[in-house]
């Protein structure tokens, strides 16, 4: 059974960083590729960055150049670096995986996904 765990997530003003870490277990993790999605309030979830099995991350427009994707595949565990934060991101983070080299930003349709972490940014 897969479960990802998330953490890391908490409350920072606006310009901070944060780190969020999300634990995958339960399946081969390097035959899956990761990424990271949001949901704000009344909103739909948005994707934010992924990383697939070769190890290429991308991101989506909001957060390129102040977010950073990494995985550890000996530690199992799937990080999101992100600096220079603003209001606009704050949101549940959610950590998903797909049994896929790569995982598509586009939409929420992925197979796996952790309980989520918030992340809250003042002004």
């Known amino acids: 059974q897969v479960q990802l765990l998330e953490s890391g997530g908490g409350s920072v003003e606006a310009g901070g960083s944060l780190t969020l870490s999300c634990v995958g277990s339960g399946y081969t993790y390097t035959t899956y590729a990761m990424g990271w999605f949001r949901q704000a309030p009344g909103k739909e979830h948005e994707g934010v960055a992924s990383i697939d099995t070769f190890g290429n991350a991308r991101y989506t427009k909001p957060v390129v150049d102040r977010f950073t994707i990494s995985r550890d595949n000996v530690k199992r565990t799937l990080y999101l670096q992100m600096k220079d934060l603003k209001p606009e991101d704050t949101a549940m983070y959610y950590c998903?995986?797909?049994?896929?080299?790569?995982?598509?930003?586009?939409?929420?349709?992925?197979?796996?996904w952790g309980q989520g972490t918030q992340v809250t940014v003042s002004s």
């Open positions: 998903v995986a797909d049994p896929s080299q790569f995982l598509l930003l586009s939409a929420p349709l992925h197979k796996h």
